[in-house]
């Protein structure tokens, strides 16, 4: 059967769709007007200000789902990034998204947005809203595998603090950035556990503390006020002190978005905390699992660097992604719910 698009109106948007560690990435790569900015952060803006429509009609309902992820290619600024990248998900726009860049390295790879592929590994320069970050793919017999990247400087910004956390009182947190900004703190502390307990009891835990980490501490970035909010927070096992065995976390960002995958800047993020706390050397390689999916990321620090006045570190974070499908989405004029709603199972509905 040869498949014909039916009637529609506007663009025809094609995506590849990919997972990586069980997380959703939908690669947009045509059927998008032009972007425009004079830089990826003010293309990101710019995509919040005027195309959000888009946004929504990708990754909500009915062809995305509350917990869909996407990666529009832009142009860098930067003369060494092979591609940009805007990040979108439930509720807006990120600047980091260590999932994304492990699939976007193979699909650079795969279609030739890099000159010539290196065996055994190619190196893809991704320019992320956070910054320049530099992914190595494997490559053999023509074929991509495995991804590792190094992403911007990540640093613990705050550490011990404590916040009033509604319905749980005083809950001492952690808050440490890696391309995006994250509060830690251990599932233990709301009688969690992030591989056995309910995923909507993880979640209400997990937007509690977000909300209060929101509202009651204040964050800087040295390079951009566009770097300054909190992403979301992520529950730990409580392992921080290195060990040969994994390490579990749960990852709740955005609108109480949940990351089936380890959360690349996460464990960016995680590891320059660990670090910080002398709990991790350089070079240490960690382990590190979703509590969601059970899927696992490598994490190390490699380097010592500084980002502003923070002492900071380069993260390696590895995992490997994988192909899922091509789609080319639509819009018939007569389909009320064409737009996009969002619904999870704990809110009412909402039409976008
Ligand atoms: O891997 C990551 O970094 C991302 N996954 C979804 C939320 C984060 O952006």
Not at 221 to 246: C, M, N, V
């Amino acid at each position: 059967m040869d498949l014909q698009l039916p009637p529609h109106e506007g663009a025809v948007i094609s995506v590849v769709d990919m997972h990586t560690g069980g997380e959703p990435l939908r690669v947009i790569v045509s059927g998008y007007p032009e972007v425009r900015g004079d830089s990826v952060l003010s293309k990101r803006r710019y995509a919040r200000e005027h195309l959000d429509h888009l946004r929504r009609f990708l990754m909500h309902e009915p062809r995305g789902h509350y917990d869909m992820y996407g990666a529009l290619i832009v142009d860098s600024e930067i003369p060494e990034a092979d591609l940009g990248v805007l990040f979108m998900h439930n509720d807006g726009y990120s600047t980091m998204c260590g999932h994304a860049v492990i699939a976007l390295g193979r699909f650079a790879v795969d279609n030739k947005l890099v000159k010539e592929p290196q065996s055994p590994e190619t190196q893809v320069n991704i320019h992320c809203p956070c910054g320049l970050v530099k992914a190595f793919v494997e490559y053999s017999g023509g074929k991509t595998g495995g991804v590792r990247f190094h992403s911007v400087p990540a640093f613990a910004f705050a550490t011990d603090v404590t916040v009033t956390v509604e319905g749980f009182g005083e809950v001492v947190v952690d808050v440490s950035y890696g391309g995006a900004f994250y509060a830690f703190v251990s599932a233990q502390r709301f009688g969690l556990d992030v591989n056995k307990s309910r995923t909507r009891d993880l979640v209400d835990a997990a937007t509690a503390v977000t909300k209060a980490v929101k509202s009651q501490v204040k964050l800087h970035h040295p390079t951009s006020d566009d770097l300054a909010f909190l992403y979301g927070t992520i529950l730990t096992d409580g392992k921080d002190e290195f060990s040969s065995d994994p390490t579990a976390n749960i990852c709740v960002f955005a609108e109480a978005q949940v990351d089936r995958s380890p959360t690349g800047s996460g464990v960016t993020a995680r590891v320059a905390l660990q670090y910080h706390k002398g709990l991790i050397q350089l070079n240490q390689t960690r382990t590190f699992q979703s509590g969601a999916t059970g899927s696992q990321f490598t994490g190390k620090a490699v380097q010592e660097t500084k980002c502003g006045g923070f002492r900071a570190v380069v993260v390696e974070v590895a995992g490997r992604a994988f192909y899922t499908g091509v789609s080319r989405f639509v819009q018939e004029p007569d389909d009320e719910l064409a737009h996009g709603f969002l619904l999870n199972h704990q809110g009412p509905f909402r039409g976008s």
